[in-house]
């Protein structure tokens, strides 16, 4: 399955990196050629002979090292490879990495490289916590590169929690989920976000959405060799690379933007959190405190998923619920009344789910009146899940 693919495994310090020799060992066996590269903190754990005898190829441990095997230059293994998996991935390689920093073989490489870097960070609960963690992985993750999250369980430290290095199988479904082109020659349309739907030149009405889950979409659906277009509400997030990107701000806006693309496309998920309400007119100036109460006159705004669903044709039509309560009843009653393939739903109320969180806990409904209930996943992973759905649809027809 990995025939002629190079795969760059880039070994960090942490206990985990015995799990590495597994792991590079099953990529070989898979057909991969497995070049490692391992720092001096993995050295400590893990030595070069060992993956240098799984891999079949040549440790490089140190920046200056001449090379032994292959007949290029170091550098040439950053345009080589086909991935790069950095397993594990301390907190030091993702802060590294994520400041420029390149002191080392490896971070030289990942900033030399064009190929995808997958990062498996493994490490004590507090310190991937760590809102200084956290936003370098946010950061990258918007810079297009990606990660595997770590599991929860008992960690070497002592401690319990989220930071246990995913394992091998899981790392390797993952790489073989970037090798899937399943979506090349076909169009997506993705629109993610809130919007924003204005009072006066200073205030609006809004909603919490964060745009994460719809990023995750147009990612990975991008990886999976979708064309896609993005039509997004106003969010904090980086636009994904390699993506038509459409900023909008009101349910208006979106709803106008939507009707010059839907027509071309194959799949179309609506993630976004559009206002169901408007204030009804738009005040030009500022509105100046009173010493009453304010009313403002609320309208609907246009409901862009029902004219979707209305004007279906043979695409695959994705919707997503947020509820607070009777889920199932109200997504069902979404899921038919806007005309869908299938409805992502969630229960906004859940710990690690829902808005502005990195993972999602969501439920699948079909018009089959089946349902797949998916655990606690990234959003990255949940996207994965969906589009996976999607191409299923797409096979059938
Ligand atoms: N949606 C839309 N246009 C709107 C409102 C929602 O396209 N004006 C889409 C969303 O993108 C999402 C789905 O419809 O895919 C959500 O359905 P909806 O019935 O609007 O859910 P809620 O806004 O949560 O509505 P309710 O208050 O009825 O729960």
């Not at 590079?24 to 060992?50: E, H, W, Y």
């Not at 595997?148 to 930071?163: F, R, T, V």
């Amino acid at each position: 399955m990995l025939n002629n693919k190079t795969v760059v495994v880039g070994v960090t310090g942490g206990i985990a990196a015995y799990k590495t020799a597994e792991i590079v060992s099953r990529l070989k066996k898979l057909g991969a050629d497995v070049n490692c590269i391992m720092t001096k903190g993995a050295q400590a754990f893990l030595t070069p002979l060992t993956l240098s005898t799984l891999s079949g190829n040549p440790v490089i441990t140190d920046m200056f090292q001449k090379p032994e095997k292959w007949n290029v230059e170091h550098i040439a293994l950053a345009d080589k490879a086909d991935f790069f998996l950095i397993a594990p991935a301390t907190a030091n390689v993702i802060g590294k990495v994520s400041s420029g920093i390149a002191d080392d073989f490896l971070t030289t490489t990942i900033m030399a490289t064009h190929a995808k870097v997958i990062f498996a960070p493994a490490m004590n609960v507090n310190m991937y916590n760590s809102p200084i963690l956290q936003e370098n992985i946010t950061k990258l993750k918007n810079l297009g590169y990606y990660f595997i999250e770590p599991q929860e369980g008992n960690l070497a430290c002592g401690y319990s929690g989220k930071g246990k290095m995913a394992e091998p199988e899981i790392i390797i479904n993952h790489l073989l989920d970037f090798l899937k082109k399943d979506l090349e020659g076909k169009r997506i349309l993705i629109t993610a976000g809130p919007t924003r739907e204005p009072i006066d030149p200073v205030r609006y009405l809004t909603n919490k959405s964060s745009g994460k889950m719809g990023y995750a979409l147009a990612r990975c659906a991008q990886q999976r060799g979708a064309q896609v277009t993005l039509i997004s509400g106003p969010t904090n997030l980086d636009r994904p690379r390699g993506v038509a990107f459409i900023p909008v701000e009101s349910a208006e806006e979106m709803l106008v933007e939507v009707k010059k693309f839907y027509l071309e496309q194959d799949i179309i998920i609506k993630a976004a959190a559009v206002a169901d309400y408007r204030p009804q007119s738009y005040n030009s100036q500022k509105i100046k405190k009173l010493n009453d109460d304010l009313q403002l006159q609320l309208e609907r705004t246009p409901d862009i998923l029902s004219f979707l669903g209305e004007n279906k044709g043979n695409k695959v039509l994705v919707g997503f619920a947020a509820e607070t309560n009777d889920l199932k009843e109200n997504a069902r009653k979404k899921l038919i009344k806007k005309n869908l393939d299938f409805i992502v739903a969630n229960d906004v109320t859940l710990e690690d789910a829902g808005f502005n969180y990195d993972t999602n806990k969501v439920t699948l409904y079909y018009r089959d009146d089946t349902q797949q209930d998916l655990p606690l996943l990234s959003k990255d992973e949940v996207a994965n899940c969906i589009l996976n759905e999607v191409n299923k649809l797409l096979n059938k027809e």
